[in-house]
């Protein structure tokens, strides 16, 4: 029977027993094992080696494609001989190395020299000017097809060259630092070119634009300020925000950290399950603060709960004969929410209370009651 695919993740596996593994397939001059998952183990940087060398190994020609060594105790040595053997010849094709946070802590440097060394395999040219990368140093070469490398969660920065290599191919730690590259104003910019209104700003319908926002459904959550052109000029729309955003976190972070004047955040809830679904606006009490808010985005600072979201200013203007009914509602509508805001509070507050008076109610019985410590009765 042939063996094409070996799993032994969550084995317990040391050293001795993937260099053992590792030595009885390099003793056949060919194998036919395709995909080795040995994730999950707690393995270092001797056993690390000894799978590198399958690839280089004179007397074996391997036909590996996928190797998973996340999840183990693999330092900065293991990983520059695994990142050594992908790309050109080699057949592996997929390369898991992600969250090796039980071995030794590595530093941006460390990281640096790992980035490097797949960068040339891979066939880029890294020129630098100082400390920084040299723009456009590199053509984009032909990577091997289906490559997959996995470089998340392994400690130190990943630097200007993590940065370069970061795509959907190849995963550092910067997915989780960079913004999407197209945001909100891009979007109605480039409808603004479709459309052919000369120039940067659409002119919409006011039933498109309630079309786009949302605001001709039953079970909205837009805000109907949207609606008056004063509070457009002063709009933000909020964009891949994490399911656990709040407005009070959103509020704290553009007043405290962006230093604006902020009259309102509002988030969009997905109409079945009531969640948070990762958009939201905000209004600005003035020019000034929405250009602080801006610039907090550029400057790669917006983020929530270590997550990056986006900030876009929303230039759109809308045909609408009916402002000053619209401008009552919106503020019908903002004094509504807010009073269910300061309900909720209330609520909140009153349960902290409630929770706190029980807990302590509780921890007398129990002092009062020895034999019932464990609290199993009341």
């Not at 999950?40 to 590198?52: I, S, V, W």
């Not at 690839?55 to 183990?72: D, E, G, I, M, R």
């Not at 976190?249 to 809830?269: H, Q, R, T, Y």
Request: proline share 4%; hydrophobic share 35%; glycine share 8%.
């Amino acid at each position: 029977m042939k063996l094409h695919m070996l799993k032994l993740s969550a084995n317990r596996l040391e050293d001795a027993g993937v260099v053992g593994l590792a030595e009885a397939i390099a003793a056949n001059k060919t194998h036919p094992l395709a995909v080795l998952d040995v994730s999950d183990n707690t393995f270092g940087d001797e056993a690390a080696k000894q799978l590198a060398g399958l690839f280089t190994h004179k007397k074996h020609k391997t036909q590996l494609h996928s190797l998973n060594v996340s999840h183990n105790n693999v330092g900065k040595a293991g990983l520059l001989s695994l990142v050594s053997v992908i790309g050109g010849k080699s057949p592996l094709r997929t390369l898991y190395l992600q969250s090796q946070s039980t071995g030794p802590q590595l530093t941006e440097p460390d990281m640096v020299e790992v980035y490097t060394k797949l960068a040339q395999g891979l066939g880029f040219t890294i020129k630098k000017s100082g400390d920084q990368i040299q723009p456009g140093c590199s053509d984009l070469p032909k990577l091997p097809e289906g490559l997959v490398v996995r470089l998340s969660d392994l400690g130190g920065n990943f630097g200007d060259i993590g940065k370069m290599l970061d795509s959907v191919r190849i995963k550092t730690d910067y997915v989780a630092e960079k913004p999407p590259l197209l945001t909100f104003t891009d979007i109605l910019t480039i409808c603004a070119v479709l459309k052919g209104s000369g120039s940067d700003v659409p002119v919409w319908s006011s039933e498109h634009w309630k079309l786009i926002t949302g605001l001709n459904r039953p079970t909205v959550d837009a805000p109907s300020w949207l609606e008056l052109p004063a509070s457009r000029d002063r709009c933000l729309y909020l964009s891949n925000l994490p399911g656990n955003s709040n407005t009070q976190k959103l509020e704290a972070i553009f007043e405290m950290e962006a230093d604006c004047n902020l009259e309102e955040v509002c988030l969009m809830k997905d109409p079945v399950s009531r969640s948070v679904n990762g958009v939201g606006w905000a209004l600005m009490s003035d020019e000034e603060s929405l250009q602080k808010a801006i610039d907090f985005y550029n400057s790669g600072e917006a983020k929530v709960f270590g997550q990056s979201f986006v900030i876009s200013r929303v230039k759109v203007k809308v045909d609408d004969d009916e402002d000053s009914k619209a401008a009552q509602k919106a503020q019908e509508d903002l004094e509504l929410r807010t009073k269910l805001r300061q309900k909720e509070e209330q609520e909140h507050r009153r349960l902290i209370q409630r929770t706190t008076e029980e807990s302590w109610k509780r921890h007398a019985y129990r002092l009062a009651h020895p034999a019932y410590a464990d609290g199993r009765i009341w």
